[in-house]
């Protein structure tokens, strides 16, 4: 998930007089930038379904994909045991919504006839399939806007193959509320102390810092892949040249773009690296951190320290 540390410098000059295949890369220490602005945020969906044909222990799958993947993944699920034709499910789903990439949603809704059969292996084989609803977050969103059903997303169910006299299975509805904090705005500022060089013919570090969001791709045993973690740099700090206690000036960032509606808890992965002006910048080392040990730092009016680990 690491990039090169070119990647992250951008282009550079070069000397003058030298051109063509020959040019030798000759770089004046970058400043400090914004790699990756996060325009998305984090939307709470509830879901209700109205009119059943039957009453009973109701299970709804929600399952999600972007528009261009061909696969729907699970996300989760929520029970109701009031037995009613009109059940409200206590579950809120989180999921991160951006206007550019069409997030898609399906609800797949089951009554439960064995409900011994939810741990086995085949947990939705024995219920009956009551019908489906499939919607984007942006329909969500627009609902929640226009206000018509009190901003409640309403869809019938369908079924794949209906059967003839058979009573219409319902209507699923759908809630979005759209979560503040995901705009909130972290201000703090980097430094570090015994930073090394990482040359033998340079006295001093030249250090920076390459601020990341994380990504876990969760393993896939029949596909054979692993668990992997990707870093998604958001923000590189200013060169300190020529020291090993760099302090960096103070940058800001949204929850959004440091953690990307994952939660308070969710891991940012800070990287250091030695700038060189004629070569390949070389990696220090890294730092894990959350936004909630960040903010209990602050709460209480210290200072956050994590050692850096290759």
């Not at 250091?272 to 890294?286: A, L, P, Q």
Request: net charge negative.
């Amino acid at each position: 998930g690491r990039r090169s540390p070119d990647a992250l410098m951008g282009a550079s000059g070069a000397k003058a007089g030298v051109a063509g295949d020959e040019v030798e890369r000759y770089r004046i220490s970058p400043l400090e930038e914004v790699l990756q602005a996060e325009y998305s945020t984090t939307v709470f969906i509830s879901v209700r379904i109205e009119e059943l044909a039957k009453p009973g222990f109701i299970r709804v799958m929600v399952y999600t994909k972007f528009a261009f993947e061909p696969r729907w993944r699970e996300f989760g699920y929520t029970d109701s045991n009031d037995h009613s034709l009109s059940p409200v499910f206590p579950r809120v789903f989180s999921v991160d919504f951006r206007v550019e990439m069409l997030k898609m949603l399906r609800f797949e809704v089951y009554r439960i006839r064995d409900q011994d059969a939810l741990t086995s292996e085949d947990p939705l084989g024995p219920q009956k399939f009551v019908g489906t609803m499939t919607c984007t977050v942006t329909d969500v969103m627009v609902a929640r806007g226009k206000g018509h059903n009190s901003g409640w997303l309403v869809k019938n169910l369908l079924q794949p193959l209906p059967m003839p006299g058979q009573p219409e299975p319902g209507r699923l509805c759908v809630y979005g509320e759209e979560e503040h904090n995901s705009k909130r705005v972290l201000g703090f500022v980097l430094a570090a102390a015994n930073i090394k060089s990482t040359d033998f013919w340079k006295s001093s570090a030249d250090p920076y810092c390459v601020v990341n969001r994380t990504v876990v791709h969760e393993a896939d045993p029949e596909e054979g892949i692993d668990e992997d973690i990707e870093c998604i740099p958001i923000y590189r700090t200013e060169v300190a040249r020529r020291t090993g206690r760099p302090r960096f000036k103070a940058m800001e960032a949204t929850a959004s773009q440091l953690v990307g509606g994952k939660g308070k808890d969710h891991e940012i992965i800070i990287e250091v690296y030695d700038w060189f002006r004629v070569s390949t910048d070389k990696y220090i080392g890294e730092s894990v951190m959350t936004i909630e040990e960040i903010s209990k730092a602050f709460r209480e009016s210290r200072p956050l320290v994590k050692p850096i680990c290759v």
